[in-house]
C-alpha cells in the first residue's frame, strides 16, 4: 500500500487531527523533545537531522531522513517508546502536512487485523531502508552510494536542495555535483 492509500483509508476513519503549514526553515520537532505523531506530507519538503558534536569548538548537522509530497513521515524513536528523541524536523520548504495522533493511529489499528498489516508493512519497508542506508554509508563509494540511492530515491534529487543529499550521502557538494554531472 502506497502512502498515499493510507491516508486515504485514515481520511476515511477521520483520524487526521489537523492540517498545518509550517514556513521554509521553522522547526517541527527540536532535540530533546518527544513527537508521537505521524505527518503526511501533500507539499513542500522537510529534513530529519541530528547535530553532531565531534568536539567541543564545532557541531555538525547529519541529515538522517527526508519527507516529501505524499510521504509519510514520523520520530519514530519518539513515536515507539513515547521518549525524548534527539531528531530535529525541519522544513526545507514551506510544507503542509496532516497531522494524526498516535493515539487516534492506535486505536485504528487495533480495529482490524488489515490495518495491522499495513502498519507492519510500513515498519518493515522503513527497516529495509534504514539497512540499506547504513550499507551504503559503511561499504559504497560515494559513486555507488549516489547511484544507490538516485535509483532507489529519484525524486528526491527533484525536491531537495543538493547540499541537503551531499550531507545525506556523507560527501561535499561538490562531489555530489561532480557525480550528477557524469
Not at 517508546?81 to 510544507?95: D, M, V
Not at 487495533?110 to 559503511?138: A, G, P
Not at 531537495?160 to 557525480?179: G, K, Q
Request: charged share 35%.
Amino acid at each position: 500500500m502506497k502512502p498515499s492509500e493510507l491516508i486515504a483509508l485514515i481520511e476515511q476513519q477521520q483520524l487526521i487531527e489537523k492540517t498545518v503549514t509550517i514556513e521554509r526553515n521553522e522547526l517541527l520537532k527540536t532535540a530533546g523533545t518527544t513527537d508521537t505523531n505521524i505527518y503526511f506530507v501533500e507539499e513542500g519538503s522537510l529534513r530529519v537531522f541530528v547535530v553532531d558534536k565531534p568536539d567541543s569548538h564545532r557541531e555538525e548537522e547529519r541529515n538522517i531522513r527526508f519527507g516529501y509530497k505524499n510521504n509519510i513521515l514520523v520520530s519514530l524513536d519518539s513515536f515507539l517508546t513515547e521518549k525524548p528523541s534527539e531528531f530535529i524536523i525541519q522544513a526545507i520548504k514551506k510544507t503542509k502536512m496532516k497531522i494524526i495522533p498516535k493515539e487516534r493511529f492506535m486505536r485504528f489499528l487495533n480495529q482490524d487485523e488489515n490495518h495491522l498489516r499495513i502498519w507492519v508493512k510500513i515498519i518493515e519497508d522503513l527497516v529495509i531502508q534504514q539497512i540499506e542506508r547504513e550499507k551504503d554509508l559503511l561499504t559504497s563509494s560515494p559513486k555507488e552510494r549516489f547511484e544507490r540511492v538516485l535509483k532507489r530515491s529519484p525524486q528526491l534529487f527533484q525536491e531537495i536542495p543538493n547540499r541537503h543529499i551531499a550531507n545525506y550521502l556523507r560527501m561535499t557538494p561538490e562531489t555530489l555535483s561532480r557525480l550528477k554531472k557524469s
